[in-house]
């Protein structure tokens, strides 16, 4: 088995929680360098895993098996195939930029760190496990959090924000918990083995009927149209590593669920159901950016335009199975995936170091904001370009693929896409032109840009993008042979 990297990435965040749960609240200053030192060394240990990562064999590797509940076959399952390998550099970018960002909280920090970093450990564990039940376990924890990090850390309804979500996202587990149990029992295998599950062959009569709870369960965390009305609402309410974490993320384990338990056992079910679930995610896309186009406030614009760029994903997945351009819907899903987290990410964290200066996300509240903060407001331009699709950033080239499988596929659907994308330009526009150009507004002449240190982690975001933007191959050649093994099957 050689060196256990998966589990040292998992103890990394585990360890950082039982250590800032012994330590006193007063000791703020070590519970920060507590998180700060675990989200490092999981981004160290991430990119060892990335750069050891065999692309050219491709399938699962850094494999670590050990029994654990032998009569029912539950088995410590851990190893990743290209997806798992990109989004779990992606959980780690967004935790170590996200550990920066709440430097300065003062509000409750132990538990802040606590619930934060039990978030993380969540995501991490569904990226990497190949049993069914510890994929459900961590997909639970991950969820959970969220609903003290928004009522207790939040601001604008937080009470009604966080109800909403848990709300939502409970209702989603009600239909996937049924449906995964569906799957163990109907296999008779006695294993939670997804490798296992995945050779085997169910009914199509079982597939069809299960495959939409399944879905729909994970769509649901995945902004999933038309049950996305929880995510605009708790991306404004969340403090910002929270909705850092929750766009970057939290939203991308609906989707690779999707992938890694629908798509991969279900293929008939798939097949079936990808017409009328790509309808819904073609409208998810347009109805995303309409909506974006009339909000007043920063945060709901990133919201909705989360809805619109995760309608892209699901599309590239549904498309991705109707088997006319396989490879390209896929490559484009995941690869979007990536790029949206680490450019919401970037977002969220530059709008919430204005807030938490300014106190207000009103859009019209500013003017010529680039003359008084020019740094943070570079940065968000970066990522509102990078949302836009501009050549030379990341999220270009899987939107590109996406709509170039529509176009194959369904050509209405692509025409739809390049709809949005014109209304995305239109959006991010207007905001650019009311918040940060034109006369300044006095009020805000006193504000403090971001410095030294500060602009590091929103650096190290932009730099990201920049990287995939112009080398996109090194996404591409990593996620390739998991596509096609995917591909193969439609």
Known sequence: MGFPVLTFILLCPTLALLVIMATPASRVSFVRWTAAVSSALSLALSVFVWLGYDAAAGGLQFEEIVPWVPSVGITYHMAVDGYGVALLMLNSLVYFAGVLTMWDLSLRVKEYFAFMILLVIGVYGVFMTQDLFFFFFFYEIAVVPMYPLILIWGSTRKEYAAMKLMLFLLAGSALLFPALLAIYHEAGLGT?????????????????????????????LAGMFPFHGWSPTGHVAAPSAVSMLHAGVLMKLGAFGVLAVCVRLLPDGAVYWAPIFAGFAAAGVVYGAFVALKQTDFKFVIGFSSVSHMGIVLLGINLGVMGIASADAFNGAVFQMFAHGIMTALFFSTVGFIYDRAHSKTIADFGGLGSQMPRAVSIFIVAGLCGAGLPGLASFWPEMLVFL??????????????????????????????????????????????????????????????????????????IGSSTNLLAAGF
């Open 405 to 478: 499988a529509a176009m194959k596929t369904v050509p209405f659907i692509g025409v739809c896409i390049i709809a949005a994308l014109v209304v995305t330009a239109l959006y991010v526009l207007r905001v650019f032109e009311q918040a940060f150009f034109g006369p300044p507004n006095p009020k805000w002449n006193s504000l403090r840009d971001l410095e030294g240190w500060e602009v590091f982690p929103r650096a190290l975001l932009v730099a990201v993008l920049l990287f995939f933007g112009f080398a996109p191959r090194a996404m591409l050649d990593l």
């Open 192 to 220: 939670f083995s997804l490798v296992a599950l995945a050779q085997h062959e169910f009914t199509r009569e079982f597939q069809i009927f299960v495959y939409p709870f399944a879905y729909v369960g994970f769509g649901v």
